[in-house]
Nanobody
């Protein structure tokens, strides 16, 4: 089970840190990804991190502003989001899969999502 937290309302230029807590003992066996979905749009890949903590990649839309990290001892993955823009407004999801991927369809497990709203 994956549970996201940390979403909320922030002004343009502000920061938020999202966390995703995973239950179970196998967290270190899974790559983790962050995605988002805005109303009327497809789910968008943001970042992924491999089991060993190496980062797969970031989407161009967030590169340089967002940072993904994980703590296998605490069964958590985080997304630090800086310099937020109104177009970052969306529901943010974490996802887990044995292998890191850019594709949302590759991920077997998903959280329920957390809303991020960036006001202009």
């Amino acid at each position: 089970q994956l549970v996201e937290s940390g979403g909320g309302l922030v002004q343009t230029g502000g920061s938020l840190r999202l966390s995703c807590a995973a239950s179970g003992r196998a967290f270190s066996s899974y790559a983790m990804g962050w995605f988002r979905q805005a109303p009327g749009k497809e789910r968008e890949f943001l970042a992924a991190i491999r089991r060993d903590g190496s980062r797969l990649d970031y989407s161009d839309s967030v590169k340089g502003r967002f940072t993904i990290s994980r703590d296998n001892a605490k069964n958590t993955v985080s997304l630090q989001m800086n310099s937020l823009k109104p177009e970052d407004t969306a529901v943010y999801y974490c996802a887990a899969n044995p292998r890191a991927s850019y594709l949302s369809t590759a991920y077997a497990y998903w959280g329920q999502g957390t809303q991020v709203t960036v006001s202009s």
